[in-house]
């Protein structure tokens, strides 16, 4: 299908790494294929001047989200195109990784077939934002998907407010921590209550379940 490319993949997974890495070679005609485990392994395996055509990038790697590494790549190598993929059910990731600088996105449970194509249509130049399959209940307790203050539509002092309430610390020790008055301090948790539709912080404690607040 394509000739005289190159590819990294990237997965803290070595068998699904290897497996991807084996099916670029062996069904989309790829010349090189090479799997790596964590981010240094990758930008040890990149050659700055012959990047690879491809870069198959996990989601979720050891150090959390991939979005810092997608973004460093599409900065610093635009040719890259960056494929996303991930067994989160978070509908969310692929709006994250599109933000990030991400060329396509596939859910890890896609067919084989599914992958080759979107593969091929990245390196036609075209995207692949199809979605993924959803599998409901499908829990990942241990991974937090990173949001900021802006994403929630709060401003950057309420989002500060914000991450101390997540914490469980009450309005005095927000306050002293910030240097504001409890009052101050008050109206921000009534304007961040009322922006996320909530009643008190027990729901927003709820509501951001799931939620790293950057």
């Known amino acids: 299908m394509i000739n005289r490319t190159s590819a990294l993949v990237i997965d803290d997974h070595p068998l699904s790494a290897s497996g991807i890495a084996e099916f670029l070679l062996s069904h989309c005609g790829f010349a090189a294929a090479r799997p790596v485990s964590d981010v240094a392994e990758f930008w040890d395996a990149l050659d700055p001047v012959n990047p690879p055509s491809l870069a198959v990038v996990d989601f979720w790697l050891p150090d959390g989200a991939s979005l810092g590494l997608l973004a460093e790549l599409k900065q610093r190598y635009p040719t890259i195109r960056l494929l996303a993929i991930s067994a989160d059910d978070d509908a969310a990731v692929l709006d994250k990784v599109r933000l990030a600088g991400a060329d396509g996105f596939l859910h890890k449970q896609e067919s084989p077939e599914v992958f080759g194509r979107a593969v091929a249509a990245l390196l036609q130049g075209d995207s692949w934002f199809h ?6 209940g499908r829990e990942f307790p241990n991974k937090e998907l990173p949001v900021t203050a802006a994403e929630l539509g709060l401003t950057a002092r309420q989002g500060q407010v914000l991450a101390m309430m997540l914490k469980g610390l009450p309005n005095k020790r927000i306050a002293l921590n910030l240097s504001l008055s409890e009052q101050t301090v008050k109206e921000h948790v009534s304007g961040i209550l009322e922006r996320l ?18």
């Open 131 to 136: 979605g993924g399959v959803k599998f409901a």
């Open 197 to 214: 539709g909530a009643r008190n912080r027990i729901e927003v404690i709820t509501r951001l379940r799931g939620r790293r607040l950057e």
